[in-house]
């Protein structure tokens, strides 16, 4: 890019062609008052402010662009004088009372005023008499009309940041103002409550509800989805008052959604675990560590292989997840080592490894916008994953194409795009009609099909003897809307493809994702950037968690254990049993354990492999780390049933969660802010998390609390000193975080794998040859329908997700403001399945399904297809998974078949929410 020289103020001064002469002045050191412009925005011109003669000629800078030989003077009489009737017209209608307002000596109107020199006297003149109303109707932001300048950056960051557009300028002259459409409250506006115009706001309009400055700030990463984003908390006294997002950080450039932003204070929660709790009487009395520890350390080492099961948390750090199934292996001497991914992204990854070698997504979350075309299959990116949603809609918005296919119609269909509103659990046999397409009209890449992939012929035999009527009739899409995203997928590169528990979730999950995998090899798209397969993980650190091991069937980084050789050419990838014996120092069990479901539920059907087909263990002891499982795991009953006729139960975890009630012992874990260590984003980027104030009363961090209880049952390999020492061994075992160490990380972005301490990390995967494998495995592919299906007793398909305010059943439940924007359970029914069943929007319903029934409110809609309803996941009051089905899993990833639950419903007369539903 050229350069181009100009002189502002007398000062010759070099810019970049295209710099406006604004950012040129500031860039130099210049001051040009202005309130409209801000670095995130396009310029737009608004306040004339920064009016400035441009070779005699006067020029709204913020918009002019430098030009070579340009000589600008910033304060001649003419801009004075226009500058300073621009700032008495904002002064007449704002309220001066700097005294009490939160931007008060971080305000750019005070700034502006400042410098145009407006005396005590002429404020006085100018001061508006007349009070608008303020909008206090959202929990988080306050608007207040009467600090309002019109700038419009609110309205251009909810346009261009945001995507959102909830916000414009309505009415004209004196009247104008930002307006909602309909001049509604905020709270009851298409307001996706990021709070992204309360942080740009260059005055008092927008400001966070009950703001406190804080007295310093702390670096470190957002503990609710996978995304990863950068932020700051901010710290007064022993309470944590502010979290801001981290504009230098390349994920979210600054941006947070609502739980980002607001969701923090349930750190300071009067509902965290602060001491031991033993269970004596049938009652929780607090204790000190000693007898804590003392007591579970005796009661484990009771316990031993079969008998034992741990539950590793993914919202913990990788060294702590570590700890967990070093513990499980070494202390216990089980593989009965699990964690959340078993209930969602277990059949991605054994979906992709053999297809792959490599489970992890594909390119960085900033190559997003890189992409031409977007197929979102089975994710609500915008909810579940707000900063990865963002993305995706500033590439559409772009010229990208965007394929939606679900059976809702989710915020990203208010973009341009083709939608495949297909029924749940038939997922397959679109991805198949798709592939059909691309093969039969020669649209795939058979250059890179033949250099880059094996068994190419297997898999198009597989789709000889499939149709797209028959895909018609499976999915009820249409055809002709199947043969349009395919040519659409397949004409535009590089494609990104997008997927979450709508795929995963199924009893042949990871039929769906070799499915999807196999889209990407067709068309050529792996090993470049913008390309290739996105997983999105669903909790802060479940990538992390199937990183270090927390699953039975493989140790830290995914090295076999004993028995788990599943897939043939996995074969030449023996057991790396005798690699962490020799590293930990005790032999480790040879035998298969249980993931999540089967440690609950030993009957359930589809288990994979010869050597797992029959385990019928029973297990008697539990230590569960972070994870509330009677809310999270499918068929909770056999949840609550084996925890009841356990012989010891120890929880680990910050609130005292329905698992935690159920404990013998429960012990207060320090949460994200209260500690350090490494989280591992969807995008493979491990990234550090720091110590930002102490936990509450006697909380300890999980490592420690893991640690302790070994050293007290005597084993040796867990003298920790620190989060640091762990990361050390972790790098010395596990190759893709070879080259990862703390201090690297103060400096370096780095992305798995990463070899070695010279090794940059790999922002891309698979671009010479694919992990482990070199080539890509092409694997037959079939359409298995759903185990279970409707029928006349239960006639509609019940699937399940999250809402935007709320993640889980715990964190978010401990937040006010976030309990305010979704205060309660609710199940979306289409308007001709409501009409049928005399349901309104607000009735009272009853939802039933072959395991039990609960009851919530309904919510009438077009959005979702007929048959099918949707039920949010968050409220112990309705549980959802008081209905779904835990008999069937995934013989490869264990995953339960949720996503399919036959249901019927029944409208209620009663007023309020009963409790936790009814057998």
């Not at 100009?6 to 040009?32: C, F, R, S």
Request: glycine share 8%; hydrophobic share 40%; aromatic share 8%.
């Amino acid at each position: 890019m050229q350069e181009v020289k100009l002189v502002i103020d007398n000062l010759e001064i070099t810019v970049q062609e295209g710099t406006t002469v604004l950012e040129a002045a500031l860039q130099n050191g210049i001051y040009i008052p202005h309130l409209c412009h801000h670095p995130d925005l396009k310029p737009a011109g608004i306040c004339r402010l920064c009016m400035v003669d441009a070779d005699g000629q006067m020029l709204v800078s913020c918009r002019a662009a430098a030009a070579e030989g340009m000589v600008v003077k910033t304060g001649t009489p003419a801009v004075e004088k226009v500058r300073r009737l621009a700032v008495e017209l904002l002064i007449a209608e704002h309220d001066a009372e700097c005294l009490t307002c939160g931007k008060n000596f971080n305000c750019k109107l005070q700034e502006v005023t400042r410098f145009v020199q407006i005396d005590r006297e002429r404020l006085q003149e100018l001061k508006a008499s007349e009070r608008k109303p303020v909008d206090n109707s959202h929990p988080f932001i306050t608007r207040d009309y009467n600090k309002c300048v019109l700038c419009g950056i609110c309205v251009r960051t909810c346009d261009e940041i945001q995507g959102a557009g909830a916000i414009d300028f309505a009415l004209r002259g004196y009247a104008t103002k930002i307006s909602t459409f309909g001049d509604n409250p905020l709270r009851e506006s298409a307001c996706e409550s990021c709070g992204e115009c309360v942080e740009r706001c260059p005055v008092g309009a927008l400001l966070p509800v009950g703001f406190q400055q804080p007295s310093r700030e702390v670096e470190t990463v957002c503990p609710f989805c996978g995304t990863g984003c950068g932020l700051f908390l901010g710290v007064r006294g022993d309470k944590l008052v502010s979290a801001r997002g981290n504009p230098r950080h390349t994920t979210n450039k600054g941006r947070l959604c609502v739980k980002g932003r607001f969701g923090w204070s349930f750190v300071n929660s009067p509902e965290r675990l602060q001491a031991p709790l033993i269970k004596k009487d049938g009652r929780f009395v607090e204790a000190g560590w000693d007898e804590a520890l003392d007591l579970v350390a005796g009661k484990l080492s009771q316990y031993r292989g079969e008998e034992a099961g741990v539950f590793a948390s993914a919202k913990t750090s990788n060294e702590e997840i570590y700890m967990a199934s070093k513990f499980a292996r070494v202390v216990l001497g089980t593989n009965n080592i699990a964690n959340v991914a078993h209930l969602c992204h277990a059949n991605t990854v054994r979906g992709l490894l053999p297809v792959t070698g490599s489970a992890g997504m594909t390119v960085p979350a900033w190559q997003i916008r890189e992409s031409a075309c977007f197929f979102v299959a089975g994710c609500n990116p915008t909810e579940a994953h707000p900063v990865i949603g963002l993305e995706i809609r500033k590439a559409v918005r772009e010229g990208a194409r965007l394929i939606i296919a679900n059976p809702k119609e989710i915020s990203l269909c208010r973009l341009p795009h083709l939608r495949l509103p297909l029924r749940p659990g038939t997922d397959a046999a679109l991805i198949m009609g798709m592939a059909k397409v691309i093969l039969d009209e020669g649209l795939l890449d058979e250059k890179f099909i033949a250099e880059r992939t094996i068994n190419f012929e297997a898999f198009k035999k597989s789709l000889e003897i499939f149709s797209l009527n028959e895909a018609e009739e499976v999915t009820g899409v249409s055809k002709d809307l199947i043969r349009e995203a395919a040519r659409v997928y397949a004409s535009s590169k590089p494609a990104l493809i997008f997927w979450a528990m709508g795929i995963t979730q199924h009893s042949h999950g990871h039929n769906n994702v070799w499915a999807l995998a196999h889209l990407a090899m067709m068309t050529g798209n792996y090993g470049k950037p913008g390309a290739g397969v996105a997983p999105l993980r669903g909790h802060n650190n479940v990538q992390g968690a199937t990183d270090m091991g927390a699953t039975p069937a493989w140790y830290p980084g995914y090295q076999l254990c004993p028995g788990y050789e599943l897939y043939p050419r996995f074969n030449k990838f023996s057991s790396s049993q005798e690699k962490f014996e020799k590293a930990w120092g005790y032999k480790l069990p040879d035998s298969p354990g249980l993931s999540t479901v089967k440690q609950f539920n030993v009957k359930a059907k589809g288990w994979g492999g010869a050597a797992m087909r029959d385990l019928q263990q029973k297990i008697k002891a539990w230590y569960i780390i972070g994870a509330d499982l009677v809310n999270g795991v499918a068929e909770s009953g056999h949840v609550r049933r084996s925890l009841e006729e356990a012989e010891f139960v120890v929880v680990q975890d910050i609130f005292l969660t329905e698992t935690a009630k159920m404990a013998d012992v429960v012990l207060p874990a320090a949460c994200f802010a209260e500690k350090d260590g490494t989280f591992t984003s969807t995008d493979r980027r491990v990234q550090r998390i720091h110590k930002v104030l102490e936990p509450p009363g006697k909380a300890k961090a999980d490592w420690w609390i893991t640690s302790e209880i070994a050293r007290r049952m005597e084993y040796s390999g867990f003298d920790f000193q620190n989060p640091g020492q762990i990361m050390d061994e972790i790098a010395s075992l596990v190759p893709i975080y070879g080259g990862i160490s703390y201090e690297r990380l103060k400096e370096e972005e780095l992305r798995w794998p990463c070899i070695d301490k010279n090794h940059p990390g790999t922002p891309v995967l698979h671009v010479d040859q694919f992990i482990k494998i070199e080539k890509a495995e092409f694997w037959p592919l079939e359409y298995i329908p759903s185990p279970e299906l409707p029928d006349e007793d239960f006639p509609l398909i019940m699937t399940t997700g999250r809402t935007l305010p709320h993640f889980h059943y715990n964190m978010t439940r401990k937040v006010e403001g976030l309990n305010k924007l979704c205060p309660e359970d609710f199940v979306e029914i289409n308007e001709i399945d409501a009409a049928d069943l005399h349901i309104q929007s607000g009735d009272n319903i009853k939802v039933i399904s072959r395991r039990g029934s609960v009851v919530s409110k309904a919510m009438v809609s077009n959005r979702i297809i007929p048959g099918v309803v949707f039920k949010t996941i968050h409220f112990i009051e309705s549980p959802t998974n008081m209905l779904t089905s835990s008999e069937f899993i995934d013989p490869m990833g264990t995953t339960p078949n949720t996503k399919v639950c036959p249901v019927r419903i029944e409208k209620v007369a009663i007023r309020k929410l009963e409790g936790l539903g009814e057998k």
